[in-house]
Each structure stands twice: as C-alpha cells, then as structure tokens.
C-alpha cells in the first residue's frame, strides 16, 4: 500500500533561520511521483513541485530546495532564510506513474510557523 | 489563465439534508479530483472523473457521489448530511495523463449544525 508520513506536526522558527520538513514514502511501484503541495491560512493548496522516482538529483527554487533520496524513500523540503509569509501547512504527497489517475496521496502535513 | 474555481465558498446545513458542490476545472484540464480535509483525518481522496467517467474512488459512502460534465465542471454532492461530514472539500484539476500536478481550488468549507 502507499503511504506518506510527515512526522513533524509543527516546526516554530525565528525569520531568516533554515527549516527542513522531512517526508518519508512508501510504495511498492517502481515508477511514482512524489509532490510538495503549501497550504496558507486561506486554505488554498498551492503546488511547489514535482519529482519522478527516476530523477534523484536536487533541485533548487530560490530559497526553496529539495531533496530526494530514494535509498531512504526521503523527499524532503528545506527553507533556507524563512520569513513570515513561509508560515503555512506543508503537505508531501505520492502518486503512481502507469496508473489511469491523478490521485494523490498526502501525508498528514508540517505546521510551519516563522516568528518575526 | 484562470484557476480552479468552486462554489459556493462556504455553507451551513443540517443534519440529514443534501448539498451540492460545484468546480470549474482550469481550461484544458480533463480530470477533476475531489478531496475531504478534516482536523482529524487530514486530506482524503473522494474521487476522480475523467471525461464524463468516474475513473477512481477513493472510500467513502455512497452517500457522496460526484459526475463530471462536457466542458470538465464537476460537481459532488452528499446526500443524507452527518455532522461528520463537516469539512473543506477541496476540488483539484489536471491534464489527467497520470501523475500530472494537480491543482486546487480555495474549497469550498461545509459546516453542519
């Protein structure tokens, strides 16, 4: 079965400290995706990215980067510089790639909270 | 290019009544996903229509059910209103060709006294 754990609940930090939200998957597909979604008190959910389990390197957005590790089955997310309008739920979520659907599924989601 | 839309924003009914739920899906994108978020079970899939078909359903009652139109609006409707069924039902929509990013709508929040 898949799943995703979020083991953070909530992270507090203080503005321009790094944070990383770790995120750890499981399936027994060999060919997946695995996403990062933002959700801000509006409660809109906000797409940042993804990536194919074929595609193990980095990447980095600014002040976004990720990590993906699949000896680990690890897709984690750090922000480097937080700032206050980081503060938001982080969701990391898994999808199958041969499958006929789009469906996510999402862990359990990081309360981010940046301190000014 | 316009996003995701749904409506209404927010609603309150009573227990054992129904209501429905619209999404209008961003132009172009085929799949429309449906999606629960409570405080307790946090984000589950209800289902996901592909041009007119329901092509997955994720577990839940009958009482929720959903069906997708020719220009891709979908809209849910739950039947039969539990006080659990209190929630921010979040629509999303993508090209529907497997594993594609999908994206949300600002839900719409269900409260049932």
């Known amino acids: 079965a898949q799943k995703v754990t979020q083991a953070q609940t909530e992270i507090s930090v203080v503005e321009k400290e790094d944070v990383t939200l770790d995120c750890v998957y499981e399936?027994?597909?060999?060919?997946?995706?695995l996403f990062w979604y933002k959700q801000p008190p509006s409660g809109e959910l906000v797409f940042l990215i993804r990536r194919n389990s074929f595609d193990e390197q980095n990447e980095i957005s600014g002040r976004y980067s990720w990590n993906f590790q699949k000896s680990t089955s690890s897709f984690n997310f750090t922000i480097t510089a937080s700032q206050v309008v980081d503060s938001a739920v982080y969701f990391c979520a898994l999808s199958e790639a041969f499958s006929n659907t789009d469906k996510l599924i999402f862990g359990t989601g990081t309360r981010l909270q940046v301190f000014p | 290019k316009a996003g995701v839309t749904q409506t209404p924003r927010y609603l309150i009914k009573t227990r054992g009544q129904q209501v429905t739920l619209s999404c209008s899906p961003i132009?172009?994108?085929?799949?429309v996903s449906w999606y629960q978020q409570t405080p307790g079970q946090g984000l589950q899939f209800l289902f996901e229509?592909?041009?007119?078909?329901?092509?997955n359903k994720g577990n839940f009652p009958g009482r929720f059910s959903g069906r997708q139109f020719s220009n891709s609006r979908s809209e849910m409707n739950v039947s039969t209103l539990e006080l659990g069924d209190s929630a921010l039902y979040l629509c999303a929509s993508s090209s529907g060709q497997g594993g594609q990013p999908q994206h949300f709508g600002d839900g719409t929040r269900l409260s049932i006294l």
């Open positions: 132009s172009g994108h085929r799949s």
């Open positions: 399936t027994r597909d060999t060919t997946y995706y």
């Open positions: 229509y592909f041009s007119e078909t329901q092509r």
